[in-house]
């Protein structure tokens, strides 16, 4: 089983809908959780981190259930620009500093 | 204030020879990790180093690939006798201290043929 799963999609959405994406994690130890973006041939771009409480930023909300090891993005009111690869990111107090990424989703918003 | 810096952006290998990739992190940050990204796949943890010490080289294959974070200069990932399936995309990131968010550099893309 891969410590970080999402569906890798695509999700083909048009301008101004609204999508959600999952994401599941299996180390119950992790401590912190981000959605980082990487558009086609270039870096990973932090997006927002994810808070237990959940958390909001613009049209993005971001969700966490600890019990269930699932977090969640939202994506509301649509934009091109917002096509991309959405990265769910794990970072686990096992002493390691390292970030555990999932494949991603891909989403493509169309006009 | 720059961000992270990875160079050379593209690099072309032929079997057996060596690869070596620089990473100069954001002014400030004395962590630097490694991440590789084959295609169509996530970023995988290579090493994680601070200022002349290997902290988490868990990630890394345990043969040809090296790194060092001397006290001067930049970050570097060396690769020796590449093989066609070291091709990949190669991520550096920083961090100011533990735990706090990583910045990634633009990646190193090899290519071995």
């Known amino acids: 089983r891969k410590e970080v799963e999402q569906d890798p999609g695509p999700f083909n959405v048009p301008e101004g809908a609204t999508v959600a994406f999952n994401c599941t994690y299996s180390n119950s130890a992790s401590q912190s959780f981000f959605w980082y973006r990487q558009d086609c041939r270039k870096e990973p771009k932090l997006l927002m981190s994810?808070?237990?409480s959940g958390n909001e930023d613009g049209r993005f909300t971001a969700q966490l259930n600890r019990a269930s090891q699932y977090i969640s993005l939202l994506i509301r009111d649509s934009k091109l620009s917002d096509s991309a690869t959405y990265l769910c990111v794990v970072n686990a107090d096992t002493g390691r500093r390292a970030l555990t990424f999932g494949s991603g989703t891909r989403l493509q918003v169309q006009p | 204030n720059a961000g992270v810096m990875q160079n050379p952006r593209h690099l072309v290998r032929r079997r057996g020879q060596e690869a070596r990739l620089r990473c100069s992190p954001m002014?400030?940050?004395?962590?630097v990790y490694w991440y590789r990204q084959l295609p169509e796949e996530g970023l995988k943890f290579m090493v994680y180093?601070?200022?002349?010490?290997?902290?988490?080289e868990s990630g890394m294959p345990k043969e040809r690939f090296s790194a060092e974070f001397p006290k001067e200069g930049p970050s570097i990932l060396r690769i020796q006798q590449v093989v066609r399936g070291d091709s990949a995309a190669y991520f550096c990131a920083s961090s100011y201290r533990i735990q706090e968010t990583q910045y990634f550099g633009p990646g190193t893309r090899l290519l071995v043929l």
């Open positions: 180093l601070q200022k002349e010490n290997i902290i988490d």
């Open positions: 994810v808070y237990s």
């Open positions: 002014k400030g940050h004395s962590h």
